[in-house]
């Protein structure tokens, strides 16, 4: 059997601990047929076979970006990034620049703008009035769990005052009980985000297609989705059989306190669903909101005095849906923040049905020791982001550690005290939070700051994490939180072909120059899904 590709003569790190290291591989109808010295590789191949010289390379197993919002963040790729944007001047002149383009009446749209920027005061729309012009405006947060919109967008969603929902969401207003254009959490967010034009099912794939291609030039080859219902399934069955999937999608589907038994029912009469790229198997749960907003539950009340309540205002739902899902074979994934919601996800999970894939808790912002020491032992995955640190200062200043303190600050982003531990943590962005760039990723898990931060010290008191263990998070571990760690995570013959070429690897190098580090190839599939050349 001949190879389709193989690359040889390079520095090869297969993850696999029967043979770790090798110089050549070659991959065949999606699968590697064999890894090991360029003469073993070389009986596989014929002239038929697409051969790369790999003299200057260091091959790892595709990268996993391990809590994605793959299909959201690529339509909120329409809208202006706002990202690093520091200053409420910086942030005005964007938007008078934006304005021009969509002009009287279009919309401006945005995400991942910093808390930050508005220098410490609440936000208010007559602080971007002008700037923002004649025509609405929906700008999401770094985290989108909230949106600054104008006056504008407030008078065509009709909101005037506050209003009461079922969950934690809540219209900001002021002493008088205007609006003052802050919307917290998605159902007081969505009273203006329904009002947006449909983009077209074309344009949408047009997007779909761009933020793949983009993910694939920095060497990620997979995907784990938190944010999927029954269309998305469609979806990804319809972009596979258009040969435009070109990455690996773990779907979870999205669960909140407002999902009737009979959309359950639905999922689950659907069985776990797969392609030969995605499976959908897992499910969403969102218990708590974030520290800025005092959304995040936590033990103790943060300095402004929130924090005190979950997402969920019937925790015995929360307990019940879990338990269905787990007893019909998913694996769960809880976004917890604050220490209390953390604490409560893993007493919820106790004595749960365990899976293939494994339970796991998204984000875990601070958690105290006694907490960390209950995930190895109880089989919880701990999915983690390290690039989140890029919005935090060690000197406390930020508005995420104004809000929770000191005390707890020490206990933030404890990615290596959880791997020290014994933990399976698993390593991803959280795209369109943050960059999905897994080089940042390698970046801020060694050094714990942001690269724009180099003299400041870093983020908390928790151990780094090492290249090596950086690189796991990405690979092995991901493939182990999903159950496809018998096929993909390692680069061993039968295994699943996807693996990246680096000008250097990521694992060794210095995190100070990880940045600077080139993918020279991507292979999904066996397929070249990115090449420098």
């Known amino acids: 059997m001949s190879a389709s590709l193989a690359v040889f003569g390079a520095r090869i790190r297969t993850m696999d601990p029967l043979r770790p290291f090798a110089e050549a591989i070659a991959v065949k109808d999606g699968r590697i047929v064999a890894v090991g010295t360029d003469d073993e590789v070389r009986d596989f191949c014929d002239a038929k ?8 390379w ?3 197993p595709g990268l996993a970006d391990g809590h994605q919002h793959l299909f959201s963040g690529a339509e909120l790729g329409r809208g202006v990034d706002f990202d690093r944007t520091e200053s409420l ?9 934006e304005r021009k383009k969509v002009g009287p009446g279009g919309w401006i ?3 991942a703008l910093e808390y930050s920027t508005f220098g410490g005061q609440p936000y208010h ?3 971007i009035a002008d700037a923002a012009g004649e025509g609405p405006m929906l700008v999401y947060a770094l985290d989108l769990h909230t949106a600054f919109v104008n006056g504008h967008a407030l008078t065509m969603a009709g909101i005037d005052g506050p209003r009461r929902f079922e969950d934690a969401s809540y219209i900001v207003c002021d002493e008088n009980g205007a609006p ?13 985000g329904n009002l947006l034009d449909t983009p077209s099912h074309s344009e949408k794939l047009s997007w779909y297609s761009d933020a793949m291609a983009r993910q694939n030039a920095v060497g990620i080859t997979s995907v784990h989705q938190m944010d999927g219902d029954l269309n998305t399934v469609s979806l990804l069955g319809e972009l596979e059989d258009e040969s435009l999937l070109n990455l690996r999608v773990a779907l979870h589907y999205r669960m909140n306190p407002f999902t009737t038994d009979e959309e359950i029912s639905e999922i689950l009469g659907t069985a776990q669903k797969q392609g030969s790229l995605w499976t959908a198997s897992g499910v969403k749960f969102i218990l708590d ?3 800025e907003t005092g959304t995040a539950w936590l033990e103790e009340p943060d300095s402004h005095g929130g924090g005190g309540a979950p997402m969920w205002p019937d925790l015995g739902r929360y307990d019940q849906l879990i338990q269905r899902f787990a007893s019909a074979g998913y694996s769960l994934a809880t976004h917890a923040i604050g220490d209390r919601a953390v604490r409560y996800v893993l007493d919820a999970y106790s004595g749960l049905p365990r899976t293939n894939a494994k339970h796991r808790i998204e984000h875990i912002e601070t958690a105290p020791d006694p907490t960390i020491s209950r995930f190895a032992p109880e ?3 701990a999915s983690m982001q390290p690039i989140h640190m890029r919005w935090m200062k060690p000197d406390l200043s930020d508005p995420w550690s104004q809000r929770l303190g000191a005390d707890r600050c020490s206990h933030t982003m404890r990615s290596g005290d959880l791997s020290g531990a014994g933990a399976l943590v698993v390593l991803g962005s959280d795209w369109p939070v943050a960059p999905f760039d897994p080089r940042l990723g390698f970046f801020s898990a060694q050094l714990r700051r942001a690269p724009d931060l180099a003299d400041e010290g870093a983020i908390g008191s928790s151990r780094p994490l090492s290249g090596e263990e950086t690189l796991a998070g990405y690979t092995t571990n991901a493939a182990r939180a999903i159950g496809a760690d018998s096929e993909l995570g390692m680069l061993r013959p039968g295994y699943l072909a996807d693996f990246v070429a680096w000008a250097e690897d990521p694992a060794i190098c210095d995190p100070r120059d990880v940045l600077d580090v080139e993918v020279q190839l991507t292979v999904v599939d066996a397929k070249v899904v990115y090449s420098a050349r």
Do not use: C, N, P, W
């Not at 076979?49 to 200057?56: A, K, N, V």
């Not at 001047?89 to 620049?97: E, Q």
């Not at 003052?180 to 203006?192: D, N, P, Y």
């Open 49 to 56: 076979t697409q051969m790369f010289d790999g003299s200057r």
């Open 58 to 60: 260091a091959v790892t």
């Open 180 to 192: 003052t254009g802050e919307l917290r959490e998605k159902s007081a967010m969505q009273l203006v």
């Open 379 to 381: 089989g919880v995955v």
């Open 289 to 291: 909101g974030v520290i």
């Open 109 to 111: 749209l945005g995400f």
């Open 89 to 97: 001047d910086a942030l005005r002149s964007r938007l008078v620049d």
């Open 125 to 127: 729309y007559d602080l």
